[in-house]
């Protein structure tokens, strides 16, 4: 596999675009389920962003790998949706175990947040999207850690949000998801905005 | 309870009183996306329906053997080697549309209602009465996707399963572009919620 210096650009220019004009979450609503349910505060968000970044960029180069070098030469690609989700499972699993191990402390962080991600559709999403936009190995690095760091930032975002919102007067109907979808939807205005940054990508 | 009433209970529970989208919060993750177009929609829908009531019945039968501790496991596979067969279906008898779906038609794996569906009642419960239960929630799930569906169209292009409807594609009607943008999904999937809520809460202040 040869690197280029080009190669390594679009990768860059991907993760970028990733994390702010193709927000996961915010243009593709994939990770809605955890985005609305743990939300309610910054530090849980937190540790499920980190969790998710971390999770995200290794399963995407993962299953790439195993797409690329054992789906396509076998000619299984239709198979593509069960091998990502064991791997995600698996991968998930793997480091729960090395987390408990080796960094109790890391472990007390993250460790609760780490099966909640194995039903997270990013990461599946992710992998996916990588699939179909038939990126190269080191441009599924950059897209699955600009996915991350992309619902990460959203997700601390709106926890913030809603900490604030505690204190004012909601109607009884929009009280919890219906107001954090509106808000959702406000950010994703927001993040519109940066759709002119990178034109041809 | 008579059988008809069961699934008179079972109708109303998935259809209205624990709807997937508006109670449970449930698998709004994938759908979203495809509801900018009314076609679209239906066809998710139609996937869906199909993908939830059969593994909720698939997981019912297999519910005696399957040791406790991956089960998990066990309902992923099952929902998956559905969703695999809309996926080759789709991409064989209408390319187009798998196109147009993109990833979102793999992403019913991770839906959480199906998971949801799967865990909850599939489970614990013969498989008549699971594949209703499935049945009604994906019903429940996708009535609510096409009221989105048909308003994000009707404003946001003036057309309807694409055709030109009278006075939204007029002169007079300046089309909301942003409510085929994401924004426009996450507002009117707000204010669903809003207004289902409302009236239910109402309904149960009365009685």
Redesign the interface.
Known sequence: MMLSEFEIWQGFVVCISAVFTNNIL????????PF??VSREVKTSVGLGFAVIFVLTCTCALNWLTYHHVLVPLELE?????LF?ITI?AFVQFVEMLLDRTSPLLYQKLGIFLPLIT???A???AS??MV?RDYSFVVTIGYGLGSGIGWFLAIIAMAGIRQKLKNSRI????Q???????I???M??AF?GFAGVLQGR | MTKQSQAKTIAVEGLWRNNPIFRQ?????????VTNLVLNTVVMSVALVFTLSLSAATVSVLRKFTPRNIRM?VE??VI?FY??IV??VLKAYWPQMSGNL??YV??I????IV?GRCEAYGNANPVGRAFLDGFFNAIGYSFVLLIIAIVRELMGMGTLLGFAVPFFSGPNWDKWI?MV???????M???V?????????AREEKT
């Open positions: 915010l243009t593709y609503f994939l990770g809605m389920c609305l349910s239709f198979f593509r949706f069960i989700i499972a039903v997270n559709c990461i599946l999403g996916l999207f179909i109607p009884r109907g929009l919890g998801p219906g107001i954090a979808l509106i959702a939807g406000l994703a205005l519109t | 919060v449930l698998g709004i993750c994938s759908t979203l996306a496991m992923t596979l998956a969703v695999i996926d080759v993109g990833p793999g992403l794996i991770t839906n959480c998971m942003i943008m994401p924004p426009g999904a996450f507002f999937l707000g204010i919620t809003w207004v289902f809520r409302a009236v239910q809460i």
